[in-house]
């Protein structure tokens, strides 16, 4: 498994994104399932960033790993305030553009991407896990 | 993220190639709104854009509403993956792309 120490700031996009591509190409990860880890990892690692932390900036904790039926599993940490993505509810993406609103959007995406998702608040800390086929 | 744009006769089109998330997408919607008011139409190309984030969408749905009431927002070159986002988030139904 291998795993990141990063502050949460969205300007450190590009070294999480680049951590986690090393991670998936080195597990032969299938270019579809590697750009819908991204976006979910950019749209976790966001949330994060600017929120758990607010109006300070803290640490996250990212990590790979790639078990045996080719399932990869990331998981965020980090210990901000207590915050469970996966109890808020879904965007109605129904609506027209004039009604539009774009919240919530990206951890709707998240869950229609990701075979799974996985919550916890342990330690003082949000433990999110991502789980996906690769 | 690289932005080429050309103009005519107040149909913009733009040729965007990379990735369109959180880092990127507000150098394109600064751009955007910077021609928005005169743009009669707004096409994005989008043959070499090899990912969008929620950030991204953000950005189309502003280009959208913006260009609402004149010659309205077309998308081009739409790759499958990115299509596969459009249609969990419902953007393929809102956006016009051919």
């Known amino acids: 498994m291998e795993k990141i120490e990063i502050t949460a700031a969205t300007d450190k996009l590009g070294e999480v994104t680049e951590f986690i591509d090393a991670q998936l190409e080195a597990a032969d990860c299938s270019m579809k399932a590697q750009m819908q880890i991204d976006l979910a990892v950019e749209e976790i690692f966001v949330n994060i960033a600017n929120y758990a932390y607010a109006p300070n ?15 990869a599993f990331i998981t965020f940490e980090d210990s901000g305030v207590p915050y469970d993505p996966l109890a808020k509810e879904d965007p109605d993406i129904t609506l027209s553009a004039k009604e539009r609103q774009v919240g919530g959007l990206g951890i709707f995406m998240v869950k229609k991407t990701m075979d799974d998702m996985l919550y916890e608040y342990r330690d003082g800390k949000n433990v999110l896990t991502l789980v996906k086929k690769i | 993220m690289t932005i080429n744009r050309k103009e005519n006769n107040g149909a913009y089109i733009y040729e965007i190639e990379g990735r369109i998330d959180t880092l990127t997408a507000p150098e ?44 309205g927002l077309k998308l081009v070159n739409v790759g499958e993956d990115i299509m596969e986002i459009f249609e969990v988030t419902g953007f393929s139904d809102i956006l016009s792309i051919e």
């Open chain 1, 57 to 71: 900036v803290g640490m996250a904790l990212i990590s790979v790993d790639v078990d045996e039926q080719r399932r």
């Open chain 2, 28 to 71: 394109l919607e600064a751009d955007i709104k910077g021609v928005a008011d005169k743009a009669e139409s707004l096409l994005l190309d989008f043959a070499k854009v090899e990912y969008i984030s929620s950030a991204g969408l953000r950005v189309l749905l502003f280009a959208h509403k913006a260009m609402s009431k004149k010659g």
